[in-house]
Nanobody, 127 residues
């Protein structure tokens, strides 16, 4: 059983920064693409960023491109999301998730293709 635990959320003013972390259990972390998603009240869960199992490829939603950076440390079973220049519309619960297939090419961004999810961490950006 894989467990994902997010941390790092909080309240920040517009223009500020936060760094989210997602710690994963299990010895196969390094063979799976990891993704970050978010869900705002009344809205569907949406893709934010993903990183390939090796860390060599990253993908971003257009809404966060240039402001957010996803990275991973396979030695520590952890994936990160550095969020800069935050906007009120970034307010949401942020979730990390693991691809359901190992060493998949290309990197996928569809929520249905991720099988393990964390409990989420709240990010609130005030104007």
């Amino acid at each position: 059983q894989v467990q994902l635990v997010e941390s790092g959320g909080g309240l920040v003013q517009a223009g500020g920064s936060l760094r989210l972390s997602c710690a994963a259990s299990g010895r196969t972390f390094r063979t799976y693409t990891m993704g970050w998603f978010r869900q705002a009240p009344g809205k569907e869960r949406e893709f934010v960023a993903a990183i390939s199992w090796s860390g060599g490829r990253t993908y971003y939603a257009d809404s966060v491109k240039g402001r957010f950076t996803i990275s991973r440390d396979n030695a520590k079973n952890t994936v990160f999301l550095q969020m800069n220049s935050l906007k009120p519309e970034d307010t949401a619960v942020y979730y990390c998730a693991r691809d359901r297939r190992p060493i998949r090419v290309p990197v996928i961004t569809t929520p249905a293709e991720f099988d393990y999810w964390g409990q989420g961490t709240q990010v609130t950006v005030s104007s």
